[in-house]
């Protein structure tokens, strides 16, 4: 018998922990999770995370074979990361030719990947502020890439100069994350 899994597409927003709930009584107390944004079915497991600060795109899924598989296999994710300072020709050099970051105490060089400056990508506004131009220039980056460590755009951008102050997850291999709101779920085929 052929189990049918299901698959959603939701936009993660800001604030909301990739994770159906936690244990943690402390935790559970204090955060939010993915768990009040939709009646998830069972089994449902997040394909990747975002952590609490970043927003956008994150896929759910019943199948355990088809997560594993996006998270290993070297599928394209797309961020859009707003960051502090008029980012240059060189520090997008930088990003797209891979460099050092801390990973768990140790350095670790990140993967040649895809960067450029872009205009301000239409996005919903975020519920809380991020500074305005009174304290300095602010530019928009596009980084593709084909792994996801832990907190790595952020970290690249940071080790560049530029830190990052809104990361968006815009797009999943060829699912995008399209005109969905934060905190709207959709049912996808795949």
Known sequence: MTTKHLHFKLYKPYGIISQMASNDLRQARKKRFLK???NFPDGIMPIGRLDEKSEGLLLMTTDGKL???INRSGIEKEYYALVDGDITEEAITQLQNGLKIG?????????P?????IATPKLP???K?????RHGPTSWVSIILTEGKFHQVRKMTSAVG???LRLVRVR???ISLGNIEPGEVREIKM
């Not at 990973?103 to 993967?111: N, R």
């Not at 502020?129 to 131009?133: E, G, T, V």
């Open 36 to 38: 009040e944004l939709y």
């Open 67 to 69: 997560s594993d598989t």
């Open 103 to 111: 990973l768990h105490g140790e350095k670790y060089k990140t993967q």
């Open 113 to 117: 990947c895809r960067a450029k400056k």
């Open 125 to 127: 506004e975020r519920k």
């Open 129 to 133: 502020k991020i500074r305005d131009a």
């Open 162 to 164: 530029f830190p990052t």
């Open 172 to 174: 999943i291999g060829d």
